[in-house]
């Protein structure tokens, strides 16, 4: 698990390349799991609890998500305490034939990381719940 305090990620240039295209400048981004344990996510159940990230485009910030992820490009970036228990050191964002991957140290976390734009409002737990029910 990584710590807090040393929260960084490195973006390779060919993820930067692709992060670009989909994120302006000035948004706040999230590096939130997709594995409905938040209200980001439209997937859920127990077969991919840790194992699927996205980045999350906000308009403002979410006080849930509010650990700020130092980076080479500047990106507001933040997670969770949730996020935590499944980085690591050494966060590396790359990409290949477009298709975002997240690493650490220990090795691939992620290999096909979504970007969303989140439009609407945040499920509740119930609405997660049911969706975790019907995927796996």
């Known amino acids: 698990m990584i710590d807090e305090k040393n929260l960084k990620i490195v973006i390779k240039p060919q993820a930067q390349e692709a992060i670009k295209s989909k994120i302006q400048p000035d948004s706040i981004v999230l590096l939130a799991l997709n594995d409905g344990s938040n209200g980001y996510s439209k997937l859920g159940g127990t077969c991919t609890i840790g194992a699927d990230f996205q980045l999350v485009i906000l308009d403002k910030k979410d006080p849930a998500f509010n650990l700020k992820i130092e980076n080479n490009m500047d990106l507001n970036l933040y997670t969770s305490k949730d ?27 992620d290999g096909s990381v979504s970007i969303n734009k989140f439009e609407g409002k945040k499920l509740s737990k119930e609405e997660m719940e049911k969706l975790g029910g019907k995927i796996c």
């Open 83 to 109: 996020e935590l228990q499944f980085l690591d050191n050494g966060l590396i964002l790359n990409a290949r034939n477009s298709v975002l991957s997240l690493s650490s140290d220990e090795g691939i976390i």
